[in-house]
């Protein structure tokens, strides 16, 4: 396997622990709308995707949602992840180890840039990412469309087989290998859709500590 010249990675779930505290807040939020969903179920079917397309899909699904319901997500975040977010184990170190072996490397993600200043910023990642951040609202079609990804490698200057993704969601992956990347899936986390990632096409892993023998990055 050959050595990546970009290293992609997603924000919610790889870098930052924030999947159990927004889709438990997500969850209880279409409840009270109408569209009654568990936090498993929330997890399962909204994981690594924006909030825009979640919105989309609960609406064509016959439950109308308030027309701010993005904004006021997006306001609400700050206080959501005031005091409850860190960095996933490891992922540190796996950057450093990056930066060691001279990749590039940035963070491609559904979520919108604030979202990540908040989240990247509170578990102290944000100066490692500054000027390499990208969001699905930069592009056309968020994942699992190829566009962000691509967008990314293109913007950095990187041809897509040169390039390898680090995700955590089944979109995500999907994204990845449409963009002609290889993509590696982070299954750690205990709701991890393990059969959803392996069909999606992703290298499943399960702690960031394997990570740097499995691309390899030198």
Known sequence: MTVPRLVIFDCDGILVDTEGLGNRRLADWLTQAGYPIAYEDCRRRFAGRSMVSIKAEVEAQGVPLDADFVER???ALPDLFANGVEPVPYVRDFIGDVQAAGLAFCVAT???LTKMQITLGATGLLPLFE???FSATMVGKGKPAPDLFLHAAEALGFAPADCVVIEDSVPGTQAGIAAGMRVFSYCGDPMADR?????AGGVLFDDMRALAGLIPIQ
Do not use: E
């Open 195 to 199: 059969d959803g990632l392996t069909a």
């Open 73 to 75: 997500w997006n306001l």
């Open 131 to 133: 000027g390499r951040m």
């Open 110 to 112: 559904s979520a919108r």
